[in-house]
């Protein structure tokens, strides 16, 4: 087995969806993201392209974190930027951004 040498997430992330009478459905997706390399980084951030029922995307869920080292793990919570009318079904890593 080869060992990684970036920045991935381990396992599944879960995706937790709730409803608010005004505001709409929120959606968090929750995991953890570990440092496979050698160096530090000042910035990590996660980006997942949400989704409803019949698959249009209906938001993007962002978390970051300053300064991880290596070896190290971050248990992140990407939230939804907004609330939309049309519960979010599924999600799709979109992007790990890291300097």
Known sequence: QKKSKKIEIVGTPKM????TT???YSCEI???LKNNT???YDYVSVEFSVYDANGNVIGTALDNINNIGPGESWSFNATLFDFPETKPTSYKLKEITSW
Do not use: I, K
């Open 16 to 19: 937790t969806v709730e409803y």
């Open 22 to 24: 005004y505001l709409g």
């Open 30 to 32: 929750s995991g953890t």
């Open 38 to 40: 050698s160096r530090d």
